[in-house]
């Protein structure tokens, strides 16, 4: 349900799409969540598929040349980076200055795209919103989020994870309480399918005289 009233929602520049920017921390039900939206037919720009397409593509030469031995094959083998990194600030930051900008790219593309088709509301699904990219970049944030348990669970249950890289992982994450403050919309995950999409739609209805 909405934290606001929506006449405290932002006043929208009319000339360009609605920008929602939907983030949460880790195993918070955020790509989940994306899928709902797009469910309903607002246009998603999921960052993390934009760094799964550069590991393929326009991002793989650079990122050989920060760390060498990281590619297979023409592709960036993601578990090979995340040895090279996880727990590195300093390689981590060589990192993501390869790689904000090429997402940054493809974000302004897709916007692009959607503004000449005539699509009054997108999705930006971006995990580092605040801590990283910048929430100013959307007029409208929505944050999911899960209690501790629920997440410690969910993301220990991933291929290769550990509570080590879990906790290095919520280290570079901005608490859950402070992203709920921030949000103008919170989505809990933790009540199921079904109660997660009746918040999305409650939200589509909310911002509906806005589109």
């Known amino acids: 349900m909405p934290r606001f009233a929506i006449t405290s929602l932002p006043i929208l520049c009319g000339e360009l799409v609605r920008v929602i920017g939907l983030t ?3 195993a918070s039900g955020k790509s989940t969540t994306a899928g709902m939206f797009a469910s309903h037919g607002i246009p998603v720009h ?3 598929a934009a760094v799964h397409r550069l590991y393929r593509g326009a991002a793989v ?3 050989e040349a920060a760390f060498p031995g990281v590619t297979t094959e023409g592709v960036v083998d993601r578990a090979r980076l995340a040895v090279r990194v996880i727990g590195d600030e ?3 930051a060589r990192l993501e200055a390869i790689v904000h900008p090429l997402v940054r ?3 302004n593309a897709f916007l692009a795209r959607e503004r000449a088709k005539g699509s009054r509301l997108v999705v930006i699904d971006v995990p580092l919103l605040f801590e990283v990219v ?3 970049r959307a007029d409208v944030i929505v944050v999911t ?3 501790a348990e629920t ?3 969910r993301v220990l249950s991933r291929p290769g994870m550990t509570e080590s890289r879990l906790a290095t992982i919520l280290r570079r994450q901005m608490p859950d309480s402070e992203k709920r403050q921030r949000a103008h919309f919170v989505i809990d995950s933790g009540h199921g399918i079904d109660a997660a999409e009746r918040e999305v739609a409650a939200i589509l209805a909310a911002l509906a005289p806005l589109s």
């Open 151 to 153: 997440q410690r669970r």
């Open 105 to 107: 790219e493809s974000e």
């Open 134 to 136: 910048g929430a100013e």
């Open 61 to 63: 030469a650079v990122v």
């Open 145 to 147: 989020s899960v209690d």
């Open 24 to 26: 949460g921390s880790i």
């Open 90 to 92: 300093a390689a981590l």
């Open 46 to 48: 999921d960052a993390d």
